[in-house]
């Protein structure tokens, strides 16, 4: 399964980062091999606006399957859900443990977003 995870840092020693659309970077990661890439998300950081739909598509492009993140808006949420991605919120904590939280099936996707766009 391929996963996407917001992330603070290109690794995954780094902090899940809280907000999607503005994360500094995300962390693509395959479960079936435990190859992960790490992309930057300069390009979308600082949009005025757009950037959680922006940063939904580069995550759509790349075949995940699953979004785990701190807290999405709406506008990004309703695109992931369009994409076929399923969106895990309220992820905290270092991006090898949240993998593994997901992997021992102690995550559960949302249903709706949880913050109001532009957060």
């Given amino acids: 399964m391929k996963i996407a995870i ?3 840092a ?3 020693d780094a902090n899940v980062d809280p907000r999607f659309g503005r994360a500094r970077c995300f962390i693509f990661y395959d ?3 435990d190859a992960f ?3 930057s998300n300069e390009q979308v950081l600082n949009l005025p606006q757009g950037a959680g739909i922006q940063a939904a598509q580069q995550v759509i492009d790349r075949g995940t399957e699953v979004l785990l993140t701190g807290h999405c ?3 990004a949420f309703r695109t992931l859900q369009a994409g076929g991605v399923k969106v895990i919120l309220d992820v905290q904590g270092v ?3 949240a993998i593994g939280q997901l992997k021992n099936g102690a995550l559960k996707p949302a249903e ?3 913050v109001e766009g532009h957060w």
């Fill in 31 to 33: 479960t079936d091999t």
């Fill in 6 to 8: 917001s992330s603070e």
């Fill in 10 to 12: 290109m690794n995954l």
């Fill in 37 to 39: 890439e790490a992309h």
């Fill in 95 to 97: 991006v090898k443990k």
């Fill in 73 to 75: 808006g709406p506008n």
């Fill in 112 to 114: 709706s977003s949880d």
